[in-house]
């Protein structure tokens, strides 16, 4: 089975200044992996995905990602962070289900905090 | 502009009530899906549909059950709610195919059960 550990339940930046969140993942084979961000009172979205083309991979509004398989990591980071980022972020694993139909395992969460 | 409606954003039934959530989309998608989200666990898949009248399990279907009766709707049903139900409940759809991963989500619908 495919999984996602998410390290941080909060992260708390200041405005400006880098942005980590850290995802670890579990898998037989190579996954896709993906990020999706969700503001506070709005809907999820997809901030940015892995595929199993580059390795390092841009998303919305700055973010970006790199898998590593020999850490079987895909931590998020954008070099400066914003009031606007403040929001809570999932990492993601396309599994499949049965019959070879797709489904998402969402990590736990982490609630990222920017200060001004 | 995509769209996935739920019918209400708040809800409070009693326990052993049954209860409907209501998920519209009008993206022509084939594939929709109801997950609950509760602080510190995450989304966990509930069902999934990849076709009208299929439904698949996900991780926690016990207490649930679901229906598709038409490729835009999907139905999330709590045949007797329990107050451990009480939670936010969020509905999804997304193409068939390789873009399945990108899932467009409803605002969601916060279930009070007392």
């Known amino acids: 089975a495919q999984s996602v550990t998410q390290l941080d339940s909060h992260v708390s930046v200041s405005e400006g200044t880098p942005v980590l969140l850290r995802c670890n993942y579990s898998s037989s084979y190579s996954p896709s992996l993906f990020w999706y961000v969700q503001h506070p009172n709005k809907g999820l979205q997809l901030l940015l995905k892995?595929?199993?083309?580059?390795?390092l991979v841009k998303g919305i509004n700055g973010f970006e990602a790199e898998f590593k398989k020999s850490e079987t990591s895909f931590h998020l980071t954008k070099p400066s962070a914003h009031m606007s980022d403040a929001a809570e972020y999932f990492c993601?694993?396309?599994?499949?289900?049965?019959?070879?139909?797709?489904?998402?395992?969402f990590g736990s969460g982490t609630r990222l905090q920017v200060q001004p | 502009d995509v769209k996935v409606t739920q019918s209400s954003r708040y809800l409070v039934k009693r326990t052993g009530e049954k209860v409907f959530l209501e998920c519209v989309q009008d993206m022509d998608h084939e594939n929709m899906f109801w997950y609950r989200q509760d602080p510190g666990l995450g989304l966990r898949l509930i069902y999934f549909s990849y076709d009208v009248k299929m439904k698949e399990k996900g991780d926690i279907p016990e207490g649930y059950s679901v229906s598709r009766e038409k490729k835009e709707r999907f139905s999330l049903i709590l045949e007797s709610a329990s107050t451990n139900q009480t939670s936010m409940y969020l509905c999804?759809?997304?193409?068939?195919?390789?873009?399945?991963?990108?899932?467009?989500f409803g605002p969601g619908t916060r279930l009070t059960v007392t």
């Open positions: 892995y595929t199993s083309a580059a390795t």
């Open positions: 999804a759809s997304s193409l068939m195919g390789p873009d399945s991963y990108e899932q467009y």
């Open positions: 993601v694993v396309s599994a499949a289900r049965t019959a070879g139909r797709r489904a998402l395992t």
